[in-house]
């Protein structure tokens, strides 16, 4: 793969990227699941206006767009592997709790949820013992499938210059350092990119799977 402008070899820095990556991507849905899983859960049940001003909380996070919102994070506090994964956090959580929520609504309307209730068992215990349970496999589902869309945002808050900074490798400020020599040297932006692309699709791949492996409904088709 040769090596960059300063003579640093060019496979190397990619496998130390993808630890960079992996990380990131991983932290960030672990963090962001647990936020948006928490907010669905309590509004999805508990419904009323906890549910109306959570989901006006949502909306208004949804209008802005994504990267902007990470990109104004990141300059707020900095820099760095840590806030990267704190400012992707914040930016993505709501997609978590959407998803969580429509599951949970879902959930409510089951028939064991009703026998549930005309039999007398709480809400506490509806809520730890049948609907917390059900929402595991939607929630690996969904993160698996995040996490691709992690890494795609981390490198490019990166190539802006407000992620992962040098000496890091990391395949955003990979392709930022290499742009300006793409005539000459086309190698030090081909090889982070498709190393982007591969991982992104790979993970995006699995995440197929998992849904079709773990979804009783497409198991049925």
């Not at 859960?41 to 001003?53: C, E, N, Q, T």
């Not at 959570?54 to 990470?70: A, G, K």
């Not at 900095?78 to 709501?94: D, E, P, Q, Y």
């Not at 210059?161 to 990979?174: E, L, S």
């Amino acid at each position: 793969m040769g090596t960059d402008q300063l003579g640093r070899d060019i496979f190397s820095r990619i496998i130390g990227g993808a630890k960079v990556s992996v990380i990131i991507g991983v932290s960030t849905v672990f963090i962001a699941g647990l936020i948006g899983t928490a907010v669905g859960i309590i509004a999805g049940f508990f419904r009323g206006w906890i549910d109306v001003i959570l989901m006006r909380i949502v909306d208004v996070q949804l209008s802005f767009p994504f990267i902007l919102l990470v990109l104004v994070i990141n300059a707020v506090i900095g820099t760095g592997l840590r806030n990267i994964v704190i400012s992707l956090a914040i930016g993505g959580w709501v997609i978590f709790a959407r998803v969580i929520r429509s599951e949970v609504l879902a959930i409510r309307e089951k028939e064991f949820i009703t026998a549930c209730i005309a039999t007398g068992v709480t809400r506490l215990e509806i809520l730890v013992k049948h609907i917390v349970p059900s929402l595991f496999t939607p929630m690996i589902i969904l993160g698996s499938l995040q996490i691709g869309t992690y890494i795609i945002a981390e490198a490019s808050v990166s190539f802006l210059g407000f992620g992962v900074q040098p000496p890091i490798p990391a395949w955003g400020n990979m392709l930022n350092e290499g742009k300006d020599y793409i005539f000459s040297s086309w190698w030090l932006i081909t090889f982070p990119g498709l190393a982007i692309i591969i991982t992104t699709l790979g993970v995006n791949l699995f995440g197929d799977w998992l849904r079709d492996t773990l979804d009783p409904e497409l198991k049925g088709e």
